[in-house]
């Protein structure tokens, strides 16, 4: 079973940047897809984007396409986050998790973006 731990988050202003890391330990990260999900206060939990094993294929939700990026280096089990020009309504606490393209089954505690306007 594979373990992720997230770090990264924080308080920033609109329009700032921030880059979030998910770092994995167990199971062969490398043969894992992996994805980001997020979840605000009252809301459920919404997906992100997702990452191929290789890299070589990703996915964005509509709301943050063109201003994240997702990215991998399975020398260092780390799958990242970049979010640019962050919005108020992108606060939520974001999620790693890991599985196969179609789905994840294993999840990471959670960092906190908070984005003030």
């Known amino acids: 079973q594979v373990q992720l731990v997230e770090s990264g988050g924080g308080l920033v202003q609109a329009g700032d940047s921030l880059r979030l890391s998910c770092a994995a330990s167990g199971r062969t990260f490398s043969s894992n897809a992996m994805a980001w999900f997020r979840q605000a206060p009252g809301k459920g939990r919404e997906f992100v984007s997702k990452i191929g094993a290789s890299g070589g294929r990703t996915v964005y939700a509509d709301s943050v396409k063109g201003r994240f990026s997702i990215s991998r280096d399975n020398d260092k089990n780390t799958v990242y986050l970049q979010m640019n020009s962050l919005k108020p309504e992108d606060t939520a606490v974001y999620y790693c998790?890991?599985?196969?393209?179609?789905?994840?089954?294993?999840w990471g505690q959670g960092t906190q973006v908070t984005v003030s306007s």
């Open positions: 998790a890991a599985g196969i393209w179609s789905r994840f089954d294993t």
